[in-house]
């Protein structure tokens, strides 16, 4: 047992897999952690570190087309999670006690979005909304990112919803509880972290979208990251790493909540 | 029954209205004529696709073969390729690492991989082109140092487009393939050894095979996306090579051929069915 050991310990370790690992975390962070850097330069350059400072932050936040566009992007992001995870919560309740075979169909339908690439998702949506008289703006970007958010909010729903103890809900039956009562005082209440992360998953993919959102927002509902693309055109500023260094802390904040989530309930 | 039919009804509905019928409708488009300024006349036309292979004289109205798009196409398959193959070469040893941890540090490790996943695409790919800029870090660290005398041109070349894919989707690569590894039941390797296997030949010869289903699951995620990314080559690539993804794009911006975008997606949407279909029967054949 003890030379398996020692040999099992071997394929565990293998040689420059650790450094590689070290490596992949690195190319992945310092980007992101050079573009934060810089957005507390106090010069104008984004290439010499003349001291820290505020200021583009201060830049930032003096800028109205910017604080729209944030706008716009949180309040969609709201309603798109919000709606995507109300629907995707019936679905996985109807899911969880229908028929395998039932079921395939509608897990292909389900998941179908996540199998699009973007740019198809993008233009077809266009084409869509272009050619049934919806035309472009916001109500037609709530639409499209609700739709493509509701693969992300049922994943960990459903998961939660599987991991529950079906007892508990016969239980309740047992006790006379009706179905609605049941779901308002059983289920529900148990599957909130479920809930919490899939809403949390659906705000930050919608967050994160860019080229649907381009192809969709007319004047006035342009979204943060469409804003800060238009920004590039000049060339990338001490005000773009600004920016774009409170989305980081913003997809930081969010990972953190749902970190903090998954640990309070496993 | 009925109430299940009634829960699924809006989710489903809503994926089925907003992007199934979309999809249906853009390759409805791709057979119709282009209006002038965007949008399309509704008379049949196959111009779409013919002209992705070939170019129409506009005063004999002859076509003679062209190679344009079918190189952008090839392209894009490249990339995504040559991106495929580097984040497996890089993951593969990352997720074995990870899932080799003890369990505390696994899951320190599996957040650090997917914490930058979460952060925005956009945001990613400026960050990857400041370092990468002839005035970036990289590139003044190795001239201070007097490596090289003028700087190396990392960024605005299919060089910095694959570093952009590359980052772009590594953390898809490693998660499946952790999931792997992790199910990996490591007794079979006290099997192998007893048959005389050495490391390397355990490794190729009961490793590998077993992390299949998550080596294919990896490089779908991976190579789908990537052919048709939209940001790294635009903002990493300069503008200055296309790949499908902007091509399309640029039907519906400058350019004004709506037709002739709905076909490039209509292909992309086809070779991603396929691949998809061939997956998932395979995966079927092995499960029974």
Redesign the interface.
Same mark, same amino acid.
């Given at each position: 047992m003890a030379l398996?050991d020692a040999?099992?310990k071997?394929?565990?370790?293998?040689p420059?897999?650790?450094l590689?690992?070290t490596?992949?975390?690195a190319?992945?962070?310092?980007?992101?952690v050079?573009?934060v850097l810089?957005s507390f330069n106090a010069g104008r350059s984004?290439?010499r570190l003349d001291g820290l400072s505020w200021r583009w932050y201060q830049a930032v936040f003096a800028n109205e087309e910017i604080a729209g566009a944030a706008l716009n992007s949180v309040l969609l992001a709201v309603i798109a999670a919000s709606v995507a995870t109300?629907?995707?919560t019936?679905?996985a309740?109807?899911?969880v006690?229908?028929k395998v075979r039932r079921r395939a169909a509608?897990y292909a339908?389900?998941n179908?979005?996540l199998?699009?690439?973007?740019?198809?998702?993008?233009?077809?949506?266009?084409?869509?909304f272009?050619?049934v008289g919806l035309g472009l703006g916001f109500g037609s970007l709530v639409?499209?990112h609700?739709?493509?958010c509701?693969p992300f909010a049922?994943l960990p729903i459903t998961a939660r919803l599987t991991s529950m103890d079906p007892a508990l809900e016969s239980a309740a039956a047992d006790l006379y509880a009706r179905p609605w009562t049941q779901f308002r005082l059983i289920t529900l209440p148990l599957l909130a972290p479920g809930l919490m992360s899939g809403w949390l998953l659906a705000f930050?993919v919608s967050?994160?979208d860019?080229?649907i959102s381009s192809?969709l927002s007319g004047p006035g509902s342009t979204t943060l990251?469409v804003h800060?693309?238009s920004m590039?055109r000049l060339g990338?500023t001490p005000e773009?790493?600004a920016v774009?260094s409170l989305?980081?802390l913003a997809?930081?904040l969010?990972?953190i909540t749902s970190?903090l989530i998954a640990r309070k309930h496993s | 029954m009925k #109430?299940? &039919?009634l829960?699924?009804a809006?989710? #489903?509905g !809503?994926?089925?209205i907003?992007?199934?019928?979309? %999809?249906a409708?853009?390759t409805l488009?791709s057979v119709l004529t282009p209006a002038q300024y965007g949008?399309v006349i509704w008379k049949p036309s196959a111009e779409a696709y013919i002209r992705l292979l070939f170019e129409r004289d506009i005063f004999d109205d002859t076509l003679t073969f062209n190679t344009d798009y079918l190189q952008i196409l090839g392209r894009s398959v490249l990339q995504a390729g040559v991106a495929t193959l580097l984040c497996l070469i890089?993951?593969l040893? !990352?997720a074995?690492?990870?899932a080799?941890r003890p369990p505390g540090q696994k899951s320190l490790?599996l957040?650090?991989? !997917?914490?930058?996943y979460?952060?925005?695409?956009?945001? &990613?790919t400026?960050?990857? #082109?400041? %370092?990468l &800029?002839d005035?970036?870090?990289i590139n *003044?660290a190795l001239q201070s140092v007097g490596l090289i005398d003028g700087p190396l041109s990392l960024a605005y070349n299919n060089f910095a487009i694959g570093l952009g894919l590359v980052?772009s989707f590594?953390?898809f690569m490693?998660l499946p393939l952790y999931a792997a590894i992790e199910r990996f039941d490591?007794s079979l390797?006290?099997a192998a050894?007893d048959l005389h296997a050495n *490391?390397r030949k355990?490794?190729f010869a009961v490793?590998l095979p077993i992390l299949r289903p998550g080596l294919i699951a990896g490089g779908l995620l991976v190579f789908?996306?990537g052919?048709?990314s939209? #940001?790294a080559p635009d903002?990493l690539g300069g503008g200055k090579t296309l790949m499908?993804?902007n091509l399309?794009?640029m039907?519906?911006q400058g350019s004004r051929n709506?037709p002739f975008?709905?076909a490039l997606?209509t292909i992309?949407?086809a070779v !991603?069915?396929i691949a998809?279909f061939i997956v998932a029967r395979r995966a079927a054949r092995e499960d029974a």
């Open positions: 398996f040999r099992a071997d394929i565990r370790n293998l420059g897999f650790g590689t690992a490596l992949a975390v190319f992945l962070y310092a980007p992101i050079f573009l810089y984004i290439s109300v629907m995707a019936a679905a309740l109807a899911m006690r229908m509608a339908v389900l179908f979005p199998m699009v690439p973007e740019i198809v998702t993008a233009i077809a949506s266009l084409i869509f272009s050619s639409i499209a609700t739709t493509f509701i049922y930050i967050l994160d860019f080229i192809m990251p800060i693309y590039l990338i773009v790493n774009s989305m980081v997809s930081a969010v990972v970190g | #109430l299940h &039919r829960l699924l809006p989710s #489903l !809503t994926i089925l907003f992007m199934v019928l979309p %999809i409708i853009t488009y949008g890089i993951g040893p !990352t074995w690492f990870i080799t490790w957040m650090l991989v !997917t914490v930058p979460w952060v925005n695409l956009l945001v &990613r400026i960050a990857l #082109l400041l %370092i &800029r005035e970036g870090p *003044r980052s590594l953390p490693i490591f390797l006290e050894y *490391r355990a490794f490793v789908i996306p052919i048709g939209y #940001l903002i499908l993804g399309i794009g039907q519906f709506w975008g709905a997606s992309l949407m !991603t069915l998809l």
